[in-house]
């Protein structure tokens, strides 16, 4: 079964601290990793993806740290601000087919 | 990225009545997806929805449940059916950018309760 599985389930950091947020996923045709976040009340909004032919994706604060061999991805949120509270999901799929989403992590930024 | 329309953003309903769920794009698309994201959880896929063809439904999603309409490469339709209480969610259409674009975009939602 297509799976990814997301951790952790809430999370709270301080202000101006690191944000790290983990998924692993289990099928290898997966080959586009997406992050999402989403506010209350309204969907989720692309915040950044990567494809395996690099390791790494950085955008601003955000960053993605992608590990093919150990099929493990994360998304690093540098200098989280309260604005960045929210939920965020990792997903994955191949290329041009259907998301599968983790669970998602409950993010709080403490100011 | 694609901009997407949903109607209507919230609804309350009672139990055995149906409510359609408009997704409108702003340019022409292949694929458009409905999900449900039930309070708290995480988003499930109901059905992938082709212009022209059937829709194709996940397990645990049926037609009768969730009749799906496609008419054009920027339209479709989600019809909840029958609605009873455990239907409460959000819905949510999405789409996939073109090629080399911006991934998947989706709309703002569908926040249904049923009573």
């Known amino acids: 079964q297509q799976q990814v599985k997301q951790s952790p389930q809430s999370l709270i950091v301080q202000k101006g601290g690191i944000s790290i947020i983990n998924c692993a996923y289990e099928?290898?045709?997966?080959?586009?990793f997406p992050w999402y976040q989403q506010f209350p009340g309204k969907g989720p909004a692309l915040l950044i993806a990567?494809?395996?032919?690099?390791s790494e994706k950085k955008e601003g604060r955000f960053t993605i740290s992608f590990n093919k061999s150990a099929k493990q991805f994360s998304l690093h949120i540098m200098d989280s601000q309260p604005g960045d509270s929210a939920t965020y999901f990792c997903?994955?799929?191949?290329?041009?087919?259907?998301?599968?989403f983790g669970a998602g992590t409950i993010l709080r930024v403490k100011s | 990225s694609a901009v997407i329309s949903q109607k209507p953003s919230r609804d309350i309903c009672q139990r055995g009545t149906s409510l359609t769920i408009q997704c409108q794009v702003d340019?022409?698309?292949?694929?458009m997806f409905w999900y449900r994201q039930q309070p708290g959880q995480s988003l499930t896929l109901i059905a992938t929805?082709?212009?022209?063809?059937?829709?194709?439904?996940e397990s645990g999603f049926v037609i009768d449940k969730f009749p799906i309409s496609r008419p054009n490469l920027t339209f479709s339709t989600l019809t909840v059916s029958n609605m009873s209480p455990e239907d409460s969610s959000i819905y949510l259409c999405?789409?996939?950018?073109?090629?080399?674009?911006?991934?998947?975009?989706f709309g703002s939602g569908t926040r249904l309760t049923v009573v």
């Open positions: 999405s789409v996939q950018a073109p090629q080399g674009g911006n991934g998947y975009t």
């Open positions: 099928n290898t045709a997966f080959d586009y």
């Open positions: 990567i494809r395996p032919d690099v």
């Open positions: 997903a994955a799929s191949p290329w041009g087919n259907k998301l599968v």
């Open positions: 340019s022409q698309v292949t694929m």
């Open positions: 929805a082709n212009q022209g063809s059937e829709a194709t439904y």
